[in-house]
T-cell receptor, first 114, second 113 residues
Framework: QQQVKQSPQSLIVQKGGISIINCAYE??????FPWYQQFPGKGPALLIA?????SEKKEGRFTISFNKSAKQFSLHIMDSQPGDSATYFC?????????????FGQGTILTVHP | NAGVMQNPRHLVRRRGQEARLRCSPM?????VYWYRQLPEEGLKFMVY????????ESGMPKERFSAEFPKEGPSILRIQQVVRGDSAAYFC???????????FGDGTRLSIL
């Protein structure tokens, strides 16, 4: 029940295209859903995050779509660029004393071809 | 650099030795988290600490692993009697009270010979 399932494992997109990464969860107690970007040899960097009281959040070229009834959320990268090539992780956490504990998806390796 | 600082960046140990990983949180952050990343896998939560207090250690292996965050100084993740399976990247994150958002350091890559 604590799992977050992420797909696809890898994704290849042409420059200017839309990259879409999906995540699904089972635990309805999750109430915070961030996305992280990780480059080789670096730590994860927070991209964007959403809470279940909204269905969509946009920051620049990055958009999170959230479907509470389906227990799914996704990351859309518009106008994808070669510099977006990285590994992307979705995550989720529960409120209360466990609020700090993030449960991560398995990651998606995104390659954007020029 | 006001970010989360981890050292060393790379650590090589022989089986049976001890490994000590250090993490200095972002300025003003009082909450620290440790995660482990095995090759080509996602990050797995290990432990959540505040100053002088362990909040959640549900992801810590029962033996050989310990963590602390003293009143003064960095947080330390300690692995005793390391084995080959401990080879991984260990990431530290920090946050303000409330737990989110978490900001990550660049990790310590631990290799066991």
């Amino acid at each position: 029940q604590q799992q977050v399932k992420q797909s696809p494992q890898s994704l290849i997109v042409q420059k200017g295209g839309i990259s879409i990464i999906n995540c699904a969860y089972e635990n309805t107690a999750f109430d915070y859903f961030p996305w992280y970007q990780q480059f080789p040899g670096k730590g994860p960097a927070l991209l964007i995050a959403i809470r279940p009281d909204v269905s969509e959040k946009k920051e620049g070229r990055f958009t999170i779509s959230f479907n509470k009834s389906a227990k799914q959320f996704s990351l859309h990268i518009m106008d994808s660029q070669p510099g977006d090539s990285a590994t992307y992780f979705c995550a989720a956490s529960i409120g209360g004393t466990s609020y700090g504990k993030l449960t991560f998806g398995q990651g998606t390796i995104l390659t954007v071809h020029p | 650099n006001a970010g989360v600082m981890q050292n060393p960046r790379h650590l090589v140990r022989r089986r049976g030795q001890e490994a000590r990983l250090r993490c200095s949180p972002m300025k003003g952050h009082s909450h620290v988290y440790w995660y482990r990343q095995l090759p080509e896998e996602g990050l797995k939560f290990m432990v959540y600490l505040q100053k002088e207090n362990i909040i959640d250690e549900s992801g810590m292996p029962k033996e050989r692993f310990s963590a602390e965050f003293p009143k003064e100084g960095p947080s330390i993740l300690r692995i005793q009697q390391v084995v080959r399976g401990d080879s991984a990247a260990y990431f530290c994150a920090s946050s303000l009270p409330g737990g989110q958002p978490q900001h990550f350091g660049d990790g310590t890559r631990l290799s066991i010979l």
